[in-house]
């Protein structure tokens, strides 16, 4: 099977999100069990360090009409799977990936139109024509419509078929209507059902109509993008598809996240042996400037500073449990992203200093030490397509609290009010997006640190038994591929 993903980013060249593992694990797992898989990304030359070696010097791309660009590839391989790096300095020779520290690049339809055709004729200079093109997010979801407009009829790409992943339905790649003139959508194709959204063009929209088939990256985010207030908008494109639109949970690298293998923190641990936990967890609090009290649980937090993430409720629970003295806990926090919650979360360093301490910014050591070294792993997301943070926690001991959506609600098992469920429960979760739901969770959580370590230990002992791997994952890919041949044959 011959399968050629197309993705803005790649863990272990260029990342900004879980978008980035997901290519770079689902990759290696399908290289391993005998798939001719290949990656196309961008040369990202301010933030790829290496410099890959030049495959083709040039190639001319067409977009739309009067839209012809030539680049350069490069590659190399990551984990053993050869990436291609589509090269246009103008386009992507630039201090951000997405956006500029401030706002997003007005040019991005036309930056991901490029990658997303520049794959495609790649293929077509290499002669070398996959079995299904699978793109992933609004960057690449225009490339189902090329594959079936604008290289219909194409004798090489005549058993190609597409899928369409979806990590993040939130970002839509929405453009003004005149830019696809540029990107050569054509008129007949600009109407509701397909790429029109209110008068402007939605990427992710057309990739949904014109793609093979379509898959969320968990089943239950798969679920609430078919309900209209949890699909940001686009319930009845995905409704329209239901049938073509599965979910398949995201899996873990435990080559990277594995508390008896992990390099970078202070001293690796296993399950039956936990003592190597608590040196993390010493270590921490020494890293972030706390001070050192194995009596007292700490509750970490690795994530992007946004709504999406909840901390328009988690910050006013912060602020009632910190105030008060009963079962005190500490917070560790690693994150960058909106400054008003930076600002926030600085406010409550100055007023409990010895109780929060904020690191804004990403480190991935520091990550790995948190989730070694806490007790508890914050995670109470507005919506949350399938999160790793949390299946990392999990292997490493450190519960969960979490808000039951999407993919954490497929992967955390929440404790129960009456703990009937403890010989299955592997975390603590809660339904409704407000300040007292979390704080009702959290409590739940310390309230069992102090009162029932028993049970504690029970529920850690739980999570750290838990595979989530890529091995079932890939399975599931490949089946979906599989059927998407099928579906090409008939």
């Known amino acids: 099977m011959k399968i050629l993903v197309v993705a803005s980013e790649m863990e272990g060249l260029v990342k900004t999100?879980?978008?980035?593992?997901?290519?770079?694990?689902?990759?290696?797992?399908?290289?391993?069990?005998?798939?001719?898989?290949?990656?196309?990304?961008?040369?990202?030359?301010?933030?790829?360090?290496?410099?890959?070696?030049?495959?083709?010097?040039?190639?001319?791309?067409?977009?739309?009409?009067?839209?012809?660009?030539?680049?350069?590839?490069?590659?190399?391989?990551v984990s053993g799977v050869p990436v291609y790096?589509?090269?246009?300095?103008?386009?992507?020779?630039?201090?951000?990936?997405?956006?500029?520290?401030?706002?997003?690049?007005?040019?991005?339809?036309l930056r991901y139109g490029l990658l997303s055709k520049a794959a495609l004729t790649l293929c077509e200079s290499l002669q070398w024509f996959p079995d299904v093109v699978h793109c992933n997010d609004w960057q690449t979801a225009i490339l189902p419509y090329y594959l079936k407009r604008h290289f219909a009829g194409h004798a090489g790409f005549k058993k190609t078929r597409s899928l369409l992943t979806l990590h993040n339905g939130f970002f839509q790649g929405r453009i003004p209507n005149p830019d696809r003139i540029t990107l050569g959508i054509a008129e007949s194709d600009y109407i509701p059902s397909r790429f029109e959204d209110h008068h402007m063009v939605n990427l992710l929209k057309g990739g949904v109509a014109f793609a093979d088939g379509i898959n969320a990256v968990s089943p239950g985010y798969r679920d609430e993008l078919l309900n209209p207030e949890t699909s940001h908008g686009l319930w009845q494109?995905?409704?329209?598809?239901?049938?073509?639109?599965?979910?398949?949970?995201?899996?873990?690298?435990?080559?990277?996240?594995?508390?008896?293998?992990?390099?970078?923190?202070?001293?690796?641990?296993?399950?039956?042996?936990?003592?190597?936990k608590k040196h993390c967890k010493k270590a921490l609090q020494k890293a972030m400037g706390l001070p050192h009290k194995a009596g007292v649980p700490v509750c970490g937090i690795v994530s992007?500073?946004?709504?999406?993430?909840?901390?328009?409720?988690?910050?006013?629970?912060?602020?009632?449990?910190?105030?008060s003295q009963d079962m005190p806990f500490q917070v560790v926090i690693l994150g960058d992203g909106d400054p008003v919650i930076a600002n926030q979360l600085i406010g409550l360093q100055t007023l409990h200093p010895d109780r929060i301490r904020f690191h804004r910014g990403y480190s991935d050591a520091l990550a790995h030490e948190i989730e070694a070294g806490s007790d508890f792993f914050l995670m109470p997301s507005l919506f949350e397509p399938c999160g790793l943070n949390q299946i990392y926690s999990l292997k490493y001991g450190t519960l969960p609290i979490v808000r039951s959506v999407g993919g954490l609600k497929n992967t955390v098992v929440g404790l129960a009010d009456d703990h009937a469920n403890q010989a299955i429960a592997t975390g603590f979760s809660f339904n409704e997006a407000n300040?007292?739901?979390?704080?009702?969770?959290?409590?739940?959580?310390?309230?069992?640190?102090?009162?029932?370590?028993?049970?504690?230990?029970?529920?850690?002992?739980?999570?750290?038994?838990?595979?989530?791997?890529?091995?079932?994952?890939?399975?599931?890919?490949?089946?979906?591929?599989?059927?998407?041949?099928?579906?090409?044959?008939?």
């Not at 996240?257 to 390099?263: C, H, L, R, V, Y």
């Not at 999406?308 to 105030?323: C, D, S, V």
């Open 17 to 77: 999100g879980g978008l980035a593992d997901v290519v770079r694990g689902l990759s290696a797992a399908l290289k391993a069990s005998g798939v001719d898989i290949r990656v196309v990304i961008p040369y990202y030359k301010q933030q790829i360090k290496q410099t890959p070696d030049v495959l083709l010097p040039n190639i001319t791309v067409s977009l739309g009409a009067n839209c012809h660009l030539g680049v350069a590839v490069r590659h190399t391989e």
């Open 85 to 109: 790096l589509i090269e246009h300095d103008r386009l992507y020779d630039r201090r951000g990936i997405y956006d500029d520290g401030y706002s997003a690049f007005e040019d991005n339809g």
């Open 237 to 276: 494109a995905y409704q329209a598809r239901e049938k073509d639109f599965v979910g398949i949970l995201n899996g873990c690298d435990y080559g990277h996240w594995d508390p008896e293998t992990d390099p970078l923190i202070s001293k690796q641990f296993k399950k039956s042996a936990l003592s190597g």
């Open 304 to 323: 992007r500073l946004t709504d999406q993430k909840g901390f328009y409720y988690l910050i006013p629970t912060l602020e009632r449990l910190l105030a």
């Open 435 to 490: 300040n007292y739901a979390c704080q009702a969770a959290v409590e739940q959580a310390i309230s069992l640190w102090y009162l029932q370590p028993d049970i504690y230990a029970t529920l850690q002992q739980n999570a750290m038994s838990q595979d989530y791997s890529w091995a079932a994952p890939a399975k599931a890919y490949q089946a979906l591929y599989r059927s998407l041949k099928i579906k090409n044959v008939t």
